[in-house]
Nanobody
Framework: QVQLVESGGGLVQPGGSLRLSCAASGSDFSINVMGWYRQAPGKERELVARIINGGTINYGDSVKGRFTISRDNAKNTVYLQMNSLKPEDTAIYYC???????????????WGQGTQVTVSS
């Protein structure tokens, strides 16, 4: 079983920055896609940013130009640098990975437990 462990959430003032991290741990796996989604109260979960093997990066429209996603393949870790944060960025941020289990040849979607990001003065 592959685990995703997130860190880096918290409270920040508007205009501030935060950096989220998500590390995948386990054995005999590879990651095809890794990224972040978020869910605000009363809203559906939405894509924030993701990195696809081969280097393709997708961002949600509301974070383009402010957030940057990066990945350290050696550490199976993905980072989300969030700058110029706005109150509307307040949400629970979830790490997501499309994981391939090498031994059984099986691909599945894995979610982290979520980390709260609150942007408020």
């Amino acid at each position: 079983q592959v685990q995703l462990v997130e860190s880096g959430g918290g409270l920040v003032q508007p205009g501030g920055s935060l950096r989220l991290s998500c590390a995948a741990s386990g054995s005999d796996f590879s990651i095809n896609v890794m990224g972040w989604y978020r869910q605000a109260p009363g809203k559906e979960r939405e894509l924030v940013a993701r990195i696809i093997n081969g280097g393709t990066i997708n961002y949600g429209d509301s974070v383009k130009g402010r957030f940057t996603i990066s990945r350290d393949n050696a550490k199976n870790t993905v980072y989300l640098q969030m700058n110029s944060l706005k109150p509307e960025d307040t949400a629970i941020y979830y790490c997501n990975a499309l994981i391939y289990l090498v031994r059984v040849g099986y691909t599945y979607d894995r979610w982290g437990q979520g980390t709260q990001v609150t942007v408020s003065s």
